[in-house]
């Protein structure tokens, strides 16, 4: 996928999904991102729209986790 691909992608986010997703490449867990301004249950919301929206499905063989922070860094 191309840098511009990844950008669109990115750009369907919603600006709290791009918050939290920046706070998961700094490495911040669900429980740290829910402790600074949201629910628990409001991060898991977010960050299921976020593997829904880059096309994250779940796998055995994959972390949807680390491959949205990669796609976030990459864009």
């Known amino acids: 996928m191309g840098a511009s691909r990844r950008t ?3 750009g369907t986010l919603t600006p709290r999904e791009r918050e939290v997703l ?3 490449a700094e ?3 669900h429980n740290a991102i829910a402790a600074l301004f949201l629910s628990y249950g409001s ?5 299921t729209q976020i593997f829904t929206k880059l096309g994250l499905s779940p796998s055995d063989n994959d972390h949807r986790r680390v491959l ?3 796609h976030y ?3």
């Open 8 to 10: 669109e992608t990115l």
């Open 22 to 24: 920046a706070m998961m």
């Open 27 to 29: 490495g911040r867990s």
């Open 43 to 47: 991060v898991e919301k977010h960050v």
């Open 68 to 70: 949205a922070v990669l």
């Open 73 to 75: 860094l990459q864009a």
